[in-house]
């Protein structure tokens, strides 16, 4: 992986070049180096299976061009990138590009300038991801395969159906996910920020799935971290304890259900259903949710929401944007009222210029101008990562929610009483549009029927589907639990800091059992 002085000089050279070309009013020069070690996990007692296999690694490296050209028609903005060639010739290639490719575009104002903030996270990251070869990564593999393998066979319940040691191949275990560790290193700098800024993030994901097949049974589990030492493979038993407790799972029919989401459920269900609306990009579209009510009650006076990059050791924090501008605290929702959005710094400078701002706000938006800050504009990869062949959009980095009053799970199952424990869901997505607010789902495993306020019998895989309205659900919030666990998205560096959350008046919907076999 390219080290960091590299990207720092390439950047520092081509602004030099680039601030020299006479149609350049301003220009913006992004570097990045990204690594991806992934292993995949694959045992199964009845098929012959590596346990660990397909170690492999992904380098990228390359620089982005944001410039804004002098034309005859006035000023003009394009974007170029060249990938695996941080020269000159690189950077040339990169300009034609963007020159190649610009535009008129009414609705810029100008390139980010210096706010007078400085980045409060330094030497964050974990120099040994940054080291690490092949062997460390195989060795965290096996170390996942082995933790769960070790419940699998001390359980007493298997043992119970298998008869023998022996025997416990014949139940059908599986166990499978992986692994994977990003590697992140930028440099930026720009005609209004000549001075080269670096940044260096590391994030470690584990994603871990165990089947009893014999018994239809499956249980999940995942961790996140921005250190390796902090890696135990403990996700790969959790997930193989799950799939015990899940065996002899029962279905439950369509109705309205008080329910608990837990970290996993609501992580998933507010990235991609109400976060979206949270944007600010999606306010200038007129297509949130929230259009208008800035200020405004818009969910349970229970409900805390706010996105914060600069928080130490958290996984999903970044000393500064890939526009070179600090990360902080953004709050979006204090006592259910609507008091932020994320944003990028094309977004925030557009809006503050739109005649029909304060509309789609709900209030003038030079008034809300320090709770739309842009401090979440990132260039994200497909698979993780900083992009360099990528412009900026709005990212979440640490989204965290809070209650009001913190509930223990104990307390959040007696405000159940009788109902549904949501632990695992998978196809979330929205139903009619962000706007709207409805979504669809599957509860895919880790679940259990609540009964007298404690989890009772586990609920069948693959048997009910979330038919609701997210508007409906932050409004029903009964209360948010005192624990919260880092979730993460498959090779996304956003983090989600999830609690367990009672809702009230959840709608499921009862999957047939064909259906379910197509699950």
Known sequence: MLPLSALRSSVREA????????????????????????????????????????????????????????????????????????????????????????????????????TGARPTLARYHDPAIMRLGNSRLVEAGWRSVEKGLEVFQDSEDLMNL???????????????????????????????????????????????????????????????????????????????????????????????????????????????????????????????????????????????????????????????????????????????????????????????????GPEKLGVAPQQAAQAIAPRNGFRTGNGGGRDFSTPPGITPTNLVIEGRRPYSHEELLRLVGDGIYIGRIWYTYPVNGITAGDFSGTIVGDSYLIKDSRLSTPLKPNTLRMNDNILRVVNNILGIGAARRGTVRWSSDQVTWAPEVAVADFQLEEISEYMERVY
């Not at 006479?22 to 007692?45: H, I, K």
């Not at 061009?65 to 020269?87: C, K, M, W, Y």
């Not at 300009?95 to 100008?110: I, N, Q, W, Y």
Request: hydrophobic share 40%; glycine share 10%; with cysteine.
């Open 15 to 114: 602004l030099a070049y680039l601030t020299a070309q006479p149609d350049v009013a301003e220009v913006e020069v992004f570097a990045s180096a990204n690594g991806n070690l992934t292993v995949r996990l694959n045992y199964t007692s009845h098929i012959p299976s590596n346990g660990v296999e397909e170690p492999k690694s992904v380098e990228s490296f390359g620089l982005g061009l944001r410039v804004a050209f002098r034309t005859p028609h006035g000023i003009q903005t394009g974007f170029g990138s060249e990938p695996n060639d941080l020269s000159l010739q690189g950077v040339q290639r990169a300009l034609d590009k963007a020159r190649l490719g610009a535009v008129r575009d009414p609705e810029f104002v100008s390139l980010p300038r210096p």
């Open 162 to 356: 298998a008869g023998s040691p022996q025997g416990l191949r014949d139940l059908g275990l599986i166990l499978g996910g992986d692994v994977v560790l990003l590697q992140e290193r930028i440099a930026i700098a720009s005609s209004h920020w000549p001075q080269v800024q670096t940044d260096e993030s590391t994030l470690v994901m584990s994603s871990a799935t165990a089947m009893v097949e014999e018994q239809f049974a499956k249980g999940s589990g995942w961790s996140v971290s921005s250190h390796l030492a902090d890696f135990t493979g403990e996700s790969m038993a959790e997930a193989a304890r799950n799939a015990i407790a899940a065996m002899g799972g029962q279905r439950a029919p369509t109705g309205s259900y008080r329910v608990i989401l837990g970290p996993q459920p609501l992580a998933e269900i507010l990235e991609w259903i109400l976060l979206p609306g949270l944007h600010l990009n999606m306010f200038y579209a007129g297509a949130s949710p929230f259009l208008g009510k800035f200020g405004q009650q818009v969910a349970s006076d229970q409900l805390y929401l706010y996105d914060d990059g600069s928080i130490p050791g958290l996984a999903g924090s970044k000393a500064i944007t890939d526009e070179g501008l600090p990360t902080g605290r953004t709050d979006l929702i204090q006592h259910g009222v609507l008091c932020g959005l994320l944003s990028d710094h094309y977004n925030y400078q557009r809006i503050l210029h739109d005649p029909k």
